[in-house]
């Protein structure tokens, strides 16, 4: 049993809040239940727990304890060079890189890392996700002999071959601990490799979120998710059947649309099949205002990464089109149009603090300051329901905190009137899942 005192709930002042076996019981004033563990909110705002509905948990755990190999810590190839002749030795031997871009050093192949670091293995992931730099011993270890060191699409594969595709598993309670830290009581993991064998290695680790998995087919329930790649996209009718035959499942598809041509390529097979409820892009990073309209008819939700406007916005500055930059990662335009927006950090792609995610969708600031997109500006209402609806509906109504609500909480330590001009981590002071204390400052 927890009571919570004297706290903001849903705009009204000085209320306590009881929750038993899980969920939310009781709301008043002056509630007595002397044999409950009793907190004093000090007038804090109590929200619903956050929830990323785009995140890697296990990539996150790795990321973790890897070398960071790009913007803004590392910017050029000496500096690169200089982090990886420094790494520390890892358990297996290896220096695992993350995080690079090629404005760094061009696309690395394995002789520019040969350069670098000859005598361990290292493999480097771009920050997309999709690729692994190798130098020649690392390609040597993976038996691979006939390459240039670049892998695409391979993580299932390098984690089979070196015998470790769930490990250091402390490491990703560590990793759920941190989360907690931040007020998130649950995410989605949008790992497109998970299936049922990964989905019993996630019932052995104690963690401090509500798991909710979407996958491949293997899986068997969540949403199928599908990467899809513009220069390499899939024959239609094979695409359209993969989706056809989760929808007769009852599983919702998730497909991951970085670019305008993924995201048309989806659109049209959704037109010709038809959508489901909980249907999602992910991602939707560049939507024009014809597509914007596609969008509409087929009836999708979107899971966007604004993060993304702060962490890689100087660059997207750089190389993306003046005219097309008004398009990238807009969020008022589909709240605007009633397309359901939910949240999601795309951790380790991105940074894993959810409160950062929601400043960068209120002011849109790249790191140096320059700002992307001004009319897609939300505000801090707007933008912490993007991490606070359903894991069945991103973007759909926020989770209430009312009798019989599951007891999924954070508790802010200042008001609600002085936290949206903050929007910070540093002010989550406890964290509830089921009732039960996840994290206290």
Known sequence: MLLIRNAEVEGSRDLDVFCHDGKIHDIGQNLVHPDAETVDANGGVLLPGLHDHHVHLFAHAAARRS??????????????????????????????????????????????????????????????????????????????????????????????????????????????????????????????????????????????????????????????????????????????????????????????????????YTLSALTEIGSLAGDRIEHASVVDESTLDLMLRVGVCVVTQPNFLVERGDQYLKDVDAQQLEFLYRAKTFLDAGIPLGGGTDAPFGGADPWAAMRAAVHRRTASGEVIGEQEKLTPEQAIAMFTSSVDMPGGASRRIAPGQTADLCLLERPWAEARDRISKDDVAMTVMGGTITYRR
Not at 166 to 191: E, F, N, P, Q
Request: charged share 25%; proline share 3%.
């Open 67 to 264: 070398v960071s190999c790009g913007p803004p810590e590392v910017g050029d190839d000496e500096t690169l060079a200089t982090v990886l002749r420094n790494a520390e030795d890892s358990t297996d031997g290896w220096i695992r890189g993350v995080g690079y871009h090629e404005s760094v050093a061009g696309m690395l192949d394995r002789h520019t890392l040969d350069a670098m670091v000859s005598e361990r293995p290292i493999r480097i992931q771009h920050r997309s996700g999709k690729m692994w730099f190798m130098n020649s011993v690392a390609l040597q270890v993976l038996g691979v002999n006939e390459s240039n060191g670049q892998l695409f699409r391979k993580d299932e594969w390098i984690r089979e071959r070196l015998g470790s595709a769930i490990d250091h598993w402390a490491d990703v309670t560590a990793t759920s601990r941190l989360l907690a830290s931040y007020g998130v009581t649950g995410i989605t993991d949008a790992t497109a490799s998970n299936n049922a064998e990964v989905e019993r290695d996630w019932s052995a680790i104690d963690l401090y979120q509500r798991v909710r998995l979407m996958g491949n087919e293997d899986l068997g329930h969540g949403s199928l998710k599908i990467m899809l790649d513009d220069y390499a996209l899939p024959e239609i009718d094979g695409f359209q059947q993969r989706i056809r035959a989760a929808h007769d499942r009852g599983r919702p598809v998730a497909v991951h649309c970085v670019t305008r041509t993924e995201l048309v």
